[in-house]
């Protein structure tokens, strides 16, 4: 995961509240065997409509999302997260998460800020005002600007840490790597390894065929 | 106080202690992966540039997806194609070991471990599907992991985990003749409902285990998920051992000795608590099957169709309700009368080569009912070529049922094999979800001598139903 420490792209006033993860990506793109590439999934039924923000030209790049309460919410999928960082949101910012969300968020690199609803306001009408307007999010110091305004926002203590220092959970993992080669070490030699293989004389295998 | 077998295994594997809070690291001794859950994992990693820490614990196989048909031919399913080119790619890019359709070691995941011997006890096992705690028959600690965790013991061979309850189930006493070790696990879901076993690893006790062979065990390990369990284990003992002795992964020599001196210590301590205790008389036990739409919703075949009025507990009553109007059952009909459409003897539940016989000793020299559609699907290639060095294939054939390659098949019907729209099936699978194995499909769970007693009479029958059935069985 990239460190994160500050941010500045396009801001992207998402006047909505409870948008659930069905509205971030729906069932359908679950299917999928890929990682990345959820980037035309994202919203996918409001993109259909001329109106919806991220089809008005100023705001097709945005990469800070500002919501409204209850972002997040119903179905843990992980490609709620998986989507909007593929199409190139970095920040999410919101008076309120749900939790799974959010959690999934922090390992997948994607900042979850928590400003006040007033705040939220503010940023929205200046959004608004100038569509394609820049906003910068420091980590570091847990503020948001956008033009004159400087507000700060909330997130969790250790959730920082882990984005400021690039580590997901696999990467805090590896800072134990030498435990687990030390852990390695004392594994008895009969434990089965699957390498080379070993296994019983090869045989043919008739292909059954459908019954008429 | 002494410690239960699943502390003991907890603590062999700990890498390191977790502090304030923050969970524990575990090691990974056995990672096996299929095609449906790991492509978003190996994709994780190549986008993190990183390797498979072990490739050397790790195996690959294709199941899911696979057609029980025309193995030799491109599988016509494009998304299934896809999917099982998908795993082919990523063993071979990071180097894993995998037993693709043909190979006389392919199979479903939990039949293949096993059978390699790279199943033991004393181990951690982990797989990106539920019922990997089939594997705890072996007395190793077993359980299904998410996308995410597969990336995570790619990449580490270790999950950072909090310790999970135990819960001992003890079932003394003698089964009775015609009653199996899928009977056992499908009176303990209905005892302990589906969600009785959250957060614990269930260790299943007394003398009607340890008389169990190491397929009956699996079997019951198998299902522990169904009483939402995360893991369920049979401590080793000289059956296990002897099932383990000489297949191609087992240690030999001296490594030998020195495993079974190790093994024989992995027991749960006179003195040691369990969270939990359930307790269950074999003797009481006779062929269960299932009549609504969880694995929860079972009964004595013996008995008919519940009446959702007589369930005391409101949701119970509407869960009974619905399950019934979507099974298209009336209250009061005896199970013994319900006509069925479809047996379905396989799935890692019950695709074992003991499964066959059994179902094989009762279908031989007779000829299905009219109504019946017979699919025997072998869980492994190998249990396949077994069963027909000693004829059984035969036997099916000439019973007029259909013989097919191994894979996970009509268990949950990702590939061709599925039930229609209120199709009817007798299936010795472990979900009777709806819809599991076939839109619209009705699945009761059964033992594989129950499914063949169906096949035969054409109604949910039991060994005893049918004339002349082996005395073995009766
Ligand atoms: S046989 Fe069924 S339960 Fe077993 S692994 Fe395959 S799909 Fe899952």
Redesign the pocket.
């Given at each position: 995961m990239e460190k994160f420490t500050t941010h500045t792209g396009v801001g992207v006033p998402l006047r909505r509240s409870n948008v659930d993860t069905d509205q971030i990506i729906p069932a359908v793109y679950l299917k999928r065997i890929t990682r990345t590439g959820f980037e035309d999934a994202l919203f996918a039924a409001w993109r259909g409509d001329d109106s919806f923000v991220l089809n008005q030209p100023e705001y097709t790049h945005g990469s800070v999302l500002v919501a409204g309460p209850d972002f997040g919410t119903g179905s843990s999928r992980e490609h709620a997260v998986w989507a909007l960082k593929d199409y190139g949101f970095k920040v999410v910012l919101a008076p309120r998460f749900a939790d799974i969300f959010r959690g999934n968020s922090g390992k997948q690199g994607l900042v979850t800020g928590v400003l006040s609803q007033e705040n939220i306001e503010l940023l929205w009408k200046l959004l608004e005002a100038e569509p394609g307007k820049e906003i910068t999010v420091s980590l570091e110091d847990r503020t948001v600007t956008c033009g004159e305004l400087t507000v700060p926002f909330e997130i969790d203590d250790y959730v920082r840490w882990r984005l400021m220092e690039g580590l997901d959970d696999i990467g805090l993992t590896l800072q134990d790597e030498d435990a687990i080669t030390e852990f390695e070490a004392t594994r008895a030699n009969w434990r089965p390894k699957t390498l080379p293989a070993k296994t019983l004389p090869k045989e043919e295998i008739v292909a059954a065929r459908p019954v008429q | 106080m002494g410690t239960t077998l699943a502390e003991k295994l907890w603590a062999n594997h700990l890498v390191k202690k977790g502090e304030g809070g923050a969970p524990d690291l575990i090691y990974i001794d056995l990672h096996m992966c299929h095609e449906v859950t790991s492509p978003q994992a190996f994709e994780g990693l190549r986008l993190a540039g990183r390797q498979v820490r072990r490739p050397d614990l790790t195996i690959a196989t294709e199941?899911?997806n696979t057609p029980t048909l025309d193995i030799d031919l491109p599988i016509a399913d494009a998304t299934s194609r896809k999917q099982v080119d998908k795993l082919r790619e990523n063993a071979k890019e990071f180097g894993i070991r995998i037993h693709s359709l043909g190979d006389a070691d392919q199979g479903?995941?939990?039949v293949v471990g096993p059978q390699l011997g790279l199943t033991m006890p004393g181990m951690t096992v982990v797989c990106g599907?539920s019922?990997t705690s089939t594997h705890g028959a072996f007395g190793a600690l077993a359980f299904g992991i998410g996308t995410s965790e597969v990336e995570h013991v790619l990449a580490t061979q270790t999950l950072p985990l909090k310790p999970f309850k135990t819960m001992a189930i003890n079932v003394n006493g003698t089964l009775p003749k015609g009653t199996t070790a899928k009977d056992i696990i499908l009176a303990v879901i209905a005892k302990i409902g589906t969600g009785g076993g959250a957060g614990y690893v269930l260790e299943y006790r007394g003398d009607a285990i340890r008389s169990l062979s190491m397929e009956g065990r699996m079997t019951i390990c198998n299902m522990s998920i169904e009483a939402g369990a995360r893991a369920g284990l049979i401590a080793p003992d000289e059956t296990t051992f002897e099932y383990v002795k000489g297949r191609p992964h087992a240690p030999e020599g001296e490594d030998w000795d020195e495993a079974v001196e190790f093994w024989r210590t992995l027991k749960t301590d006179d003195d040691a608590e369990f969270d939990t205790e359930v307790d269950l008389n074999a003797e009481d036990l006779e062929p269960f099957i299932t009549w609504g739409t969880n694995p929860g919703q079972g009964l004595p075949l013996s008995a008919s169709v519940p009446n959702p009025e007589d369930f005391a507990d409101e949701s119970d009553r509407i869960a009974a309700k619905n399950a019934l109007e979507y099974m298209g059952l009336t209250p009061g009909t005896p199970f013994r009368e319900i006509p069925v459409d479809t047996v379905f003897l396989g799935?890692?539940?019950n695709?074992r080569i003991e499964d066959l016989r059994a179902a094989a000793a009762i279908l031989q020299g007779r000829k299905k009912a009219e109504n019946i559609r017979l699919l025997v699907v072998p869980g492994s290639a190998r249990v396949r070529l077994q069963a027909e060095r000693e004829g059984l294939d035969k036997v099916f054939l000439d019973f007029g049922a259909e013989w097919r390659n191994a894979g996970?098949s009509m268990?949950?019907g990702m590939n061709p094999d599925q039930l229609k729209p209120q199709e009817r099936s007798a299936s010795t699978?472990?979900?009777n979800f709806e819809g599991r194995q076939g839109k619209g499909g009705r699945t009761h769970l059964v033992s594989p001598l129950v499914a063949a007693a169906t096949a035969v009479r054409g109604t949910l029958s039991s060994p005893d139903d049918l004339e002349d059935a082996p005395a073995a069985l009766v």
């Open positions: - | 199941d899911h479903i995941v939990h599907d019922h799935s890692c539940t695709g996970c268990c949950l699978s472990n979900r």
